[in-house]
C-alpha cells in the first residue's frame, strides 16, 4: 500500500509481494522479476550467514562451502533450503552456478554489506 502511494510500478510492488509463498495465489512466480527476487531472497540470506562464520567474510567463498552449509540443518536453521534449491530450478539454472551468481554479486558489494 506504501509504495502505491509513492507511486511505485505495479511490476516492482508485484514481485515484492509476490516472493513470499503464501502470496502466490494473487501473486505467482510467473514472471522474471518475480522469479528472480524468490531466487536470491533466501539464498543472500544464508550466503551471508555462512560469510559471518569466516574470517575472510565473502572473499574467496565459493558455492562448494555453501552446499557443505546447506548440509548442516543446525546451521541458519531458519532458511529454507527448499526455497533455494526451487530458486534455481525457476532460474533454470543448476545450484552451484547459482550460488556462485550469488557470492560473485555480494562480493561487488561486500563492503557496503560489511562483509569485506
Known sequence: MILR??????EIVGAILSHA????????LDRPLRRALFAVDELCGFVTAVAYVRPERLAGLGAASVRKKMKQKSFAAAVRREDIERGAVL????????????ITAMQGIAADLGLA
Open 21 to 28: 509463498t503464501w502470496n502466490w495465489d494473487e501473486y505467482p
Open 5 to 10: 502511494e509513492r507511486g511505485v510500478d505495479e
Open 91 to 102: 532460474l533454470e539454472l543448476p545450484l552451484d552456478e547459482h550460488i556462485t551468481h550469488v
